[in-house]
């Protein structure tokens, strides 16, 4: 958990998704988990695997890895990909 100068949280990191590193800021993204290079939401890498995209189609059209692509499916599916 991250706090801010006004001590509040400011950024929790999501454990069931390592190795990739997802973040949940509630002043950014509408308080949605993303990775937190690229930004990408982790429900919309996850929706794009269960309406049958190819998971490195799904890679290069969020700029995350392949690895963060197999992460939102194992953790929000409960699949691999």
Do not use: C
């Not at 006004?6 to 454990?15: E, I």
């Not at 800021?25 to 995209?53: D, I, T």
């Amino acid at each position: 958990v991250g706090f801010g100068a006004d001590n509040l949280p400011n950024l929790l990191t999501l454990k069931p998704f390592e190795p990739s590193k997802v973040v949940i800021n509630p002043y950014r993204w509408s308080g949605q988990p993303v990775f937190e290079g690229s930004g990408a939401k982790v429900a919309n890498v996850a929706a794009m695997l269960k309406a049958g995209e190819y998971p490195a189609i799904v890679a290069e059209e969020h700029g995350v890895g392949i690895d963060d692509v197999r992460s939102a499916a194992r953790v929000l599916l409960g699949t691999a990909a």
